[in-house]
């Protein structure tokens, strides 16, 4: 029994080494809306229940020529905005969805990512967006307001905070005539509780117009940025060592289920595989930072995950046909099957409170870094923040914080 126990650590240890090996490598005023916004007092969580609060947020992007920088700084940020969403009271679940638009003519009009809370997932579709096409002027941002409407899965939740951010540099065309425009499909956005808040990259005059306007009628906040974003972008001393973390915790996940399960299951370690192949450290420490809260377990474990549903009493280990186990432990002894999970629970534990703790300290650091440099108020991250605390106040989220995660 002991052989195969050390057999299958041995394996684990290996699984962790090769997700490691990456690690080595290596604005504007805030604008009133023309309304007042929607208020729905709403309790946030069901006593009975003891649900979370549910986030659900879509990023509508332009991908033309002009927004390299924004796109980089999307890839770079995603992690902390995702933190700062998880940082409110009670914590929620968060999804998130992606829009990303050009025009036509362009090699696509849209392509839709929609809402998940396998955040990895959707982090490796944003990891292949590239800036091209474009050059012209207008954009279609009218289609692409349309889809984040109705190509979306949006939740029935009405206590859920729902938000679109549609970020850009052009105004929309409102020449075609075969297109829906943008005031009919705010007021279907509104009519749903989903608001509609603008970030314009750059200083056009003519889409400052529109973006102002897109906000108003979508009951959102407007907010100017530079061309690249204008995100806070420090890295720390710490930054290296959670990346390192992220990718050991990522190797004690153990997925059991159906062959379909077990084929969705790995789409999701293929997509946790090219972050760490693929990504930045500083996008990798954050991740981890996520990772580790409240509102970040469900994109860490995902569905199945045999650790958790075994060592949280959800499932019974004798209950589940060998064939659906991981393949490793299906040749095991039962005793061997529990010892191992045991294991592997503890040295997730381990790995947590190093993330933790790690964490804790990047946060610190940050904070004094941005004081430092006279504050942040200006930048992408604390206009995305100042946009949620206020909407998601509306629904019984509470955001302490005077300031976003970094």
């Known amino acids: 029994m002991k052989s195969r126990i050390i057999a299958l650590a041995l394996f684990i240890s290996t699984a962790a080494g090769v997700a490691l090996y990456p690690a080595y490598q290596s604005a504007g005023t805030l604008i009133q809306p023309a309304v007042d916004p929607v208020t729905i007092n709403l309790p946030p969580v069901d006593p009975q229940t003891n649900e979370r609060p549910r986030v659900e947020v879509v990023f509508v992007l332009d991908t033309t020529g002009s927004m390299g920088g924004l796109i980089q700084t999307a890839r770079e940020k995603i992690w902390s905005i995702a933190t700062t969403m998880a940082s409110a009271q009670p914590a929620p679940d968060i999804h998130m ?72 540099d052009a105004p929309p065309h409102m020449d075609y005539q075969d297109d829906i425009k943008y005031p009919e499909t705010l007021a279907a956005a509104t009519a749903r509780g989903i608001a509609v808040n603008t970030i314009q990259c750059g200083h056009n005059g003519s889409a400052k117009q529109d973006w102002e306007r897109i906000a108003g009628l979508g009951h959102g906040r407007y907010f100017q940025v530079e061309q690249a974003g204008g995100a806070v972008a420090i890295a720390t001393p710490f930054d290296e060592k959670l990346a390192r973390l992220s990718a050991m915790l990522d190797a004690t996940r153990l997925y059991y289920g159906t062959d379909e399960e077990k084929a969705k299951q790995r789409l999701k370690l293929d997509a946790s595989d090219k972050l760490h192949a693929a990504s930045s450290v500083e996008s990798r420490a954050r991740r981890a930072a996520f990772n580790v809260s409240a509102s970040g377990a469900s994109n860490f474990l995902g569905d199945g995950e045999l650790v958790d549903d075994v060592t949280s009493g959800r499932i019974e280990l004798s209950g589940i046909d060998r064939d659906s186990l991981p393949e490793p432990l299906q040749a095991m002894a039962p005793v061997e099957q529990e010892a191992l999970i045991s294991e592997t629970a503890a040295r997730r534990d381990t790995l947590r409170r190093e993330v933790q703790e790690l964490a804790e300290q990047r946060s610190a650091y940050l904070e004094k870094k941005v004081d430092e440099l006279g504050g942040a108020r200006d930048s992408l991250d604390h206009k995305i923040y100042s946009a949620v605390r206020e909407q998601a106040g509306k629904l019984g989220l509470h955001y302490e914080a005077d300031a976003p995660d970094y």
């Open 97 to 168: 969805g992606l829009v990303a638009y050009r025009d036509r003519g362009d090699s696509y009009v849209t392509r839709v990512v929609d809402l998940s809370d396998d955040l990895d997932s959707v982090y490796a579709s944003l990891m292949d967006f590239r800036a091209e096409g474009g050059g012209d002027g207008p954009e279609s941002v009218n289609q692409a307001l349309h889809d984040a409407l109705h190509k979306i899965s949006w939740s029935q939740d009405r206590q859920a905070y729902q938000v679109v951010f549609l970020v850009g």
